[in-house]
Nanobody
């Protein structure tokens, strides 16, 4: 298991930007596909973005393409989510997750380690 701690959430106006960070510890970070998920009140947890073990491949939910960018620094055991052009509907708790799968996965069932989440609130 890898331990994950998110940071960087907060309150931002619509159209603004935030950068979420996720620090990992415990196991070889480069062995993990990393993902970001989010959960809004009353809604199911949904996939946001994921990045391959090496960091060379990425995947995004359609509603985040062009606005969000996931990146990974294996030397620092960090994964990031740069969020631009934020909308009120992006308001949610954002979770960092780690998967031992070989390829990028979009289902939360494929991720075995989770952080505690960081709140992102976008005001209109």
């Amino acid at each position: 298991q890898v331990q994950l701690v998110e940071s960087g959430g907060g309150l931002v106006q619509a159209g603004g930007s935030l950068r979420l960070s996720c620090a990992a510890s415990g196991r070889t970070f480069s062995n993990y596909v990393m993902g970001w998920f989010r959960q809004a009140p009353g809604k199911e947890r949904e996939f946001v973005a994921a990045i391959s073990r090496s960091g060379s491949g990425t995947g995004y939910a359609d509603s985040m393409k062009g606005r969000f960018t996931i990146s990974k620094n294996n030397a620092k055991n960090m994964v990031y989510l740069q969020m631009n052009s934020l909308k009120p509907e992006d308001t949610a708790v954002y979770y960092c997750a780690a998967s031992t799968t070989v390829v990028i996965r979009r289902s939360s069932n494929d991720y075995s380690s989770w952080g505690q989440g960081t709140q992102v609130t976008v005001s209109s």
